[in-house]
């Protein structure tokens, strides 16, 4: 069976060629033209515009094309007013003839911007990942000194509290002695000479034997007090215990909030920070002393922080009502992962921030109050350090919790 298309058909076709074509002009040079116009404030090069001319010019003579085919009277005028138009664009494309260079060059200097892009942003990935490592290392040196001042006083101030301290057990002893020993002369010689009654009267012996045990009872629970403290800065800077050790994380917590009594006290323009311990029965924590002390100092300081903003805001009775308040809790998860929350009931973050907690240099606080790193650290700490996750929650007015879980045993990490 033979096929042949009649001239009508032939005639179409040609027709429904020519306007594909038209269209496909009147896009590319549509694009280029818009293109330009976009960009005209960083100035209009005239080659390019020649081109989207030619472009445009193109479309038009073929759109004259199917319109004549379709019967446009004096369609062969205009076809040639087109042609002419596309022969006059084309002679000044012509007269660029020093551009063609460029024009030759445009996809390899579109492939080196691309290049040079993406070579900026990885400039400014590196630059962003330098700072952070320049400021943690900051923050390592900081705590590292801190660590060796502390334990510097510690181990000055433990010789001779320990000297004062275990004295005090003889004072004391000595003193019930000499008491004993003035009861006795008065129940034997109830009937003093004058100058030995007048002597007694000015030194008030009476009251003196009543507050001479209350004043060595005092000084040895100021000697206790000052041995915990001692114990508990030893216990935070544990220069000893920089790799990985088992320890009793109660410790470490307890020794953290020693550092922080002062911040915690009572003041003269806001009441004291309550401290709630809700310990589980954990067995000991296979981790890094130091650093978890770090992280727990890091988030218990922002917890006070934001305690303090709170106060400021609210008035006497709703700070009565709703007093400022830390709860630290531990507990054992099923999967053998220790699990320490810190809670606080200050002003919370904002919901629309809390996905940028952990950034690098980013803080919620006044300029010049916080670095932005310190939660940064922490979270690295916990999770590329420990294993383990490091989440905040919190509800803007109503408090922040952060909830730090780590393995019980890192071996099994360690190994991988």
């Given at each position: ?33 818009y ?34 085919m ?22 000044r ?46 923050q390592?040196?900081?705590m ?29 002893e ?62 935070f ?61 890091n ?9 303090e ?26 999967d ?17 921030l ?16 916080g ?46």
């Open positions: 069976m033979n096929h042949v298309l009649d001239a009508d058909q032939i005639g179409w076709l040609i027709a429904g060629e020519n306007l594909v074509i038209s269209c496909c002009y009147f896009i590319i040079g549509s694009v280029i033209g293109g330009v116009w976009r960009n005209r404030q960083a100035g209009v090069d005239p080659l390019v515009v020649t081109v989207a001319g030619i472009f445009l010019s193109c479309a038009f003579g073929h759109g004259l094309h199917v319109v004549g379709l019967g446009l009277v004096n369609s062969h005028f205009w076809q040639a007013i087109a042609d002419l138009l596309t022969v006059a664009i084309a002679l494309f012509l007269s660029f003839y020093k551009s063609f260079d460029l024009l030759a060059c445009f996809s390899q200097i579109f492939a080196s911007k691309i290049e040079l892009e993406n070579k900026n942003q990885l400039l400014e990935t590196a630059m962003t990942e330098l700072k952070q490592m320049q400021m943690q290392l900051v390592q040196e900081k590292s000194s801190l660590g060796q001042l502390v334990a510097g006083v510690a181990h000055e101030i433990n010789n001779p509290i320990n000297f004062i301290h275990g004295n005090l057990t003889y004072v004391e000595y003193a019930d002695y000499l008491l004993s020993i003035v009861n006795a002369y008065q129940a034997h010689f109830p009937v003093l000479p004058l100058p030995l009654h007048r002597l007694i009267e000015e030194v008030d012996l009476d009251f003196l034997q009543e507050d001479l045990p209350k004043i060595l009872n005092s000084m040895k629970a100021g000697s206790d007090r000052i041995r915990q403290i001692v114990i508990s800065l030893r216990n800077s544990r220069l000893d215990e920089a790799e990985l050790k088992v320890v009793n994380i109660h410790e470490g917590i307890d020794s953290t909030l020693m550092i922080l009594h002062h911040r915690l006290q009572a003041k003269p323009e806001r009441p004291e920070i309550k401290v709630i311990k809700d310990y589980a029965n954990l067995s000991e924590v296979e981790c890094y002393p130091s650093s978890l002390n770090q992280v727990m100092l988030i218990l300081t922002n917890a006070i922080d934001t305690l903003e709170k106060i400021t805001q609210k008035s006497h009775s709703e700070i009565q009502d709703n007093p400022p308040q830390i709860t630290v809790k531990t507990s054992l998860t099923a053998k992962w220790v699990e320490i929350t810190i809670e606080d009931n200050g002003v919370g973050i904002p919901e629309q809390q996905p940028r907690i952990f950034d690098p240099f980013f803080t919620t606080k006044p300029v010049g109050k670095t932005g790193i310190s939660m940064s650290i922490s979270h690295q700490i916990i999770v590329e350090r420990h294993h383990g996750k490091l989440t905040c929650l919190s509800t803007f007015g109503q408090g922040t919790a952060f909830v730090i879980q780590i393995p019980l045993k890192q071996n099994a990490y360690a190994l991988v």
